[in-house]
């Protein structure tokens, strides 16, 4: 009597909801492609609108250019302010330069910003918890940088000086892991017992939320692949968060077509989710690639449902009020 076959492990693929775009990014691509239509192209972007390779080629095809600073506009034209927001002399500076702007800053960084401004005002020391160097806390520092100091996560905490102990507040970037920045602040804390808390949380509601996805699907999963750009921070969070819960690996890939043959091997269960700025297409792909090499058997990870959706920058739907009124008048 022969043998039978060696039964293959069942493959599947778990995937994490939420995942992919939040109300923030879907805001700001959206005033992208309206400025387009309303104004024409070219529309001029300061800095990447989100973080992902895919979105800002996808509208550079449709007019949108995209500068690294605000002097590249050339004068009297429009341009748009991305997601993570800006400091104020960026404002001053399209002042300077006559150029109109649409400011597409997330709300809910809007919101840290305001936090800001508000603690320097009563004269606290405040440390900004964030990525050095990343667009989003740049601009948070720039509302009050004689009060802000950074702190980039646990090993900066030694060096962190105050004024006055007793009067210090923590704020934070919004995409950062939930997890790490609780770690910041009890070391924080630990220096300064009186350190005051935001009055809300800074770590925005879709960062948490896909974070969460992750955790519960991570631990079961043998392999994650995070749909992501590598200068997006929420995205390379999400890769950590995974390993954090128990994957085996976890990797982020712009594409399906830079996942490696190589990392299914043994894998039985691949999770699988996507960063803030990612849209569904991208994980459509990957989801393609997989089904194609026998993980066909999908089920979905859920960890909450998400309903926030925000108005368009109010600079734009003043104009797109009045365009709306014209061509009322004119029919
Ligand atoms: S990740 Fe959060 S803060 Fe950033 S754009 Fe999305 S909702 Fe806004």
């Known amino acids: 009597m022969s043998a039978s076959p060696a039964a293959q492990p069942s493959r599947k693929v778990l995937l994490a909801a939420p995942r992919g775009y939040c109300a923030g990014v879907d805001r700001a691509v959206i005033a992208v492609e309206k400025a387009l239509e309303q104004y024409g192209a070219p529309v001029y972007v300061r800095h990447e609108i989100v973080h992902n390779k895919y979105v800002v080629k996808t509208l550079e095809k449709k007019g949108a250019i995209f500068v690294e600073e605000t002097e590249e506009v050339p004068e009297g034209n429009i341009v748009i302010f991305s997601a993570h927001g800006v400091a104020p002399v960026v404002h001053e500076e399209a002042e300077r330069g006559k150029l109109a702007t649409i400011d597409a800053t997330c709300p809910l960084v809007t919101k840290v910003h305001k936090e800001a401004v508000r603690f320097a005002k009563e004269d606290y020391d405040i440390l900004l918890i964030g990525h050095e160097g990343h667009e989003e806390v740049i601009g948070t520092s720039g509302e009050a940088p004689e009060h802000i100091q950074l702190v980039d996560g646990p090993k900066d905490v030694a060096n962190v000086e105050v004024r006055d102990p007793d009067k210090v507040v923590w704020l934070s970037q919004t995409t950062l892991s939930v997890d790490e920045t609780m770690e910041t602040v009890d070391a924080l804390k630990g220096r300064f017992p009186n350190l005051l808390s935001p009055p809300s949380d800074d770590i925005c509601y879709a960062t948490q939320n896909r974070q969460q996805a992750v955790k519960q699907m991570g631990a079961q999963a043998d392999l994650v692949i995070v749909v992501g750009s590598r200068n997006s921070s929420n995205s390379k969070r999400l890769v950590e968060v995974a390993l954090g819960a128990g994957a085996k690996a ?80 004119e029919s």
């Open 250 to 329: 976890s990797y982020l890939v712009d594409y399906a077509d830079e996942i490696e043959e190589a990392w299914l091997d043994g894998v039985a269960t691949v999770g699988v989710t996507s960063g803030a700025s990612v849209p569904e297409i991208l994980v459509d792909g990957v989801l393609e690639w997989l089904a194609a090499r026998g993980y066909e058997d999908v089920e979905t990870v859920t960890a909450a449902e998400e309903s926030i959706a925000f108005s368009l920058p109010k600079e734009l739907r003043r104009d797109l009020r009045a365009e709306a009124a014209r061509a009322v008048g």
